[in-house]
Antibody
């Protein structure tokens, strides 16, 4: 059974870089059938897609976050990583990693991690 | 990119039918997926490719699309269906979520 687990500091200072790891078990990050996404949810608000990556190197980012976002895959560790630079209080959110299925004309997130709360505060 | 618009809240009595809409420019040319999120939990996929229900999702959940509006319908709504529901679509490079609809089962 696929399991995703996010980890990283729960508190980040303003202007610094948020760094998260998503550990994948029960599945492979080098699967050709799937890509991997990051989604966040500010407290009490809706879902916001951050970006998605295929292990072969194809990456897409939310245009509104692209200049500050970087995601990568380490297939040897079966992990994903996310870095978000120059954070502000508006980046306070629960951050999720998720497996993403892609078909012609459609994509969906079929398995999610439990999420990790990151608070930006001095 | 594009935007998806959902009503902030929908109320329904137990046993009745709940309809949650999602509208967006050219949504009729894209597939819509739907997620259910209960408080303190991660989202769960409940519908995709407009009308396809993942395994394990009750038959009372159905999806449809007309023009630029997608609709998630819950027939015979139960108390356990009370949750936030999010629509999601993709234009080939960008994933967009709707703002979410809080379904209250009164």
């Amino acid at each position: 059974q696929l399991r995703l687990q996010e980890s990283g500091p729960g508190l980040v200072k303003p202007s610094e870089t948020l760094s998260l790891i998503c550990s994948v078990s029960g599945g492979s990050t080098s699967s050709n059938s799937h890509i991997w996404g990051w989604i966040r949810q500010p407290p009490g608000k809706g879902l916001e897609w951050i970006g998605s990556i295929h292990y072969g190197g194809i990456i897409h980012y939310n245009p509104s976050l692209k200049s500050r976002s970087a995601t990568s895959v380490d297939t040897s560790k079966n992990q994903l990583s996310l870095r978000l630079s120059s954070v502000t209080a508006a980046d306070t959110a629960v951050y999720y990693c998720a497996r993403q299925e892609i078909r012609v004309g459609v994509t969906w997130f079929d398995s999610w991690g439990q999420g990790t709360l990151v608070t930006v505060s001095s | 990119s594009f935007e998806l618009t959902q009503p902030p809240s929908v109320s329904v009595s137990p046993g009745q039918t709940a309809s949650i809409t999602c509208s967006g420019d050219k949504l009729g040319y894209k597939y819509t997926c739907w997620y259910q999120q209960k408080p303190g939990q991660s989202p769960t996929l409940v519908m995709c490719e407009d009308t396809q229900r993942p395994s394990g999702i009750p038959e009372r959940f159905s999806g449809s699309t007309s023009g630029n509006t997608a609709t998630l319908t819950i027939s015979g709504t139960q108390a356990v269906d009370e949750a936030a529901y999010y629509c999601q679509a993709w234009d080939g490079t960008t994933v967009v979520f709707g703002g979410g609809t809080k379904l209250t089962v009164l």
